[in-house]
Nanobody, 129 residues
Framework: QVRLVESGGALVQPGGSLTLSCAAS????????MGWFRQAPGKEREFVAA????????RYAPSVRGRFTLSRDIVSNTMALQMRSLRPEDTGAYYC??????????????????????WGHGTQVTISS
């Protein structure tokens, strides 16, 4: 069982920056791939980024690559998503997730929400002037 709690969502102007955090608790986190997804109103949940908790490799959606940076702290069991150059289309509820079925971030199923076993409740990010 893994428990995930997101924080850090806010209203930010376009071009601004924001960092989201995910606090993870549970056993054997090093067996999981941890991910961030987002969902805008009326749209499907989409992949943002993922990290292999054990060895730290990561993968990003093309829409955020170069603007978002994902990191994890294995001592505090937290994952951070640093977001910069934010755009209105980055608006949505951001969810932290964990998968014990995705073995590595290079697997194609890392992009699918159905591949993830645990979810946080989400934190809202709104990009607007």
């Amino acid at each position: 069982q893994v428990r995930l709690v997101e924080s850090g969502g806010a209203l930010v102007q376009p071009g601004g920056s924001l960092t989201l955090s995910c606090a993870a608790s549970g056993r054997e986190l090093d067996l999981y791939v941890m991910g961030w997804f987002r969902q805008a109103p009326g749209k499907e949940r989409e992949f943002v980024a993922a990290i292999n908790w054990d060895e730290g490799s990561w993968r990003y959606a093309p829409s955020v690559r170069g603007r978002f940076t994902l990191s994890r702290d294995i001592v505090s069991n937290t994952m951070a998503l640093q977001m910069r150059s934010l755009r209105p289309e980055d608006t949505g509820a951001y969810y932290c997730s964990a998968s014990h079925r995705v073995g590595a971030v290079h697997e194609e199923r890392v992009f699918s929400p159905a591949s993830y076993d645990y979810w946080g409740h989400g934190t809202q990010v709104t990009i607007s002037s």
